[in-house]
């Protein structure tokens, strides 16, 4: 009973953490907009809380280690609610950045949250309680959409006012419930396998490229930068792109359609994640589902780049749905798979790190494009990059992956 109870917070934290990019992911850039943000200034509202998390992430794990890990994790929600009033409360656009930049620099729930379940569960139960997170990222990311959806008629900073509370509700289940380290010098956490790992630094560029030449690991890691740069041009311009594009009922989209979709999004992910690709993984393999992933993905943004009815809008949104949900978790997979046990965390790590670098680069792409109006080549650029993972496949995980 100790044990659930100390891990109600966890997943609450983690929770929070997922409606929060949820909650604004459709409605973040449109807000931005109506502070006088062109659309390339709004697209960068999620490059920047990527890069400062990348910055602060490594920081805050090692500073876990030292303090302990329940007082950063006060820390880094105290920093997501301060994030979420300065924007909800916004009255000059330089307040959205700001709440952006304090959300990103105190992001390190996600790895410190693991770390403390490592801290605090044998390892024979530690995979049972890690599948906690995968719930709460299940939950976030279908929950997130619809409470935009529903709180939208009541103003744009309604959903971020109801993130706020929530992550109130959080700070204090932590402060009340999670009980507090047992050492004032917390050892480094064994994070080896599992999805925060030891994460390399914004700035380690010296230990880069060694991973890059190895020659099934550096295409894993060239597909997933690849991957991941389509991914965020999604995340970072969809809203965008959408208010441009699409009308319902002879209006342009406005976040309460855009949440819809993400909302649509999100249950699909959960049959992806549930089961689907389980299934697929065992029938075909990882480099086989990640080929059609990756194909899948380019398709649906050739869609988007030229579709307008809502019909054939959903089924690109199923497209990019089931590319996404298929090929982060296959490729992260095929990482391990190629890689000595010990060094699982530091890759794993490293892919986040990527990551943040790609919503950068991504962010700066589809902001330009959709300010210039080339909407259509915003969903075939995204897809450019698709067919570039593609090829990367014939370096990375399409060779030399161990039989299951």
Known sequence: MQQRASLLPIFLIV???????????????VYAETFGASAQVAALLIPVYSACQAVAGPVLGTLSDRVGRRKVLLVSQVGTLIGFLCIAGAHALWMIFLGRVLDGLTAGNLGVAQAYIADHTEAKNRARSLALIGVAFGVGFTLGPAITVALSPYGMSAPLYLAAGLSLVSIVCTATLLPADDRTQARPADLSGMPAGQRLGLFSWHRYPAFFRRPVLGGVLAEFFLFQI???????GFALFAERRYTWHAHPFTPREIGWLYVYSGVLGIVIQGGLIGRLVKSLREPRVIRAGVICLAVGYALL??????GPLLLAVALTTFGSGVLRPCLTSVATQVIDRDEQGVVLGLTQTI???????????????????????????????????????????SKHVPAT
């Open 15 to 29: 929770l929070v953490d997922v409606l929060g990019l949820s909650i604004v992911l459709p409605l973040l850039a």
């Open 305 to 310: 780049s030229f579709v307008e009815p809502v």
């Open 355 to 397: 990551s943040s670098l790609a919503s950068v680069v991504a962010g700066a792409v589809s902001g330009w494009l959709i300010e210039r109006h080339l909407l259509s080549q915003w969903g075939w650029v995204a897809a450019g990059f698709c067919a570039l993972g593609l090829l990367a496949t014939h370096w990375g995980s």
């Open 230 to 236: 389509a991914f965020y041009m999604f995340v970072s």
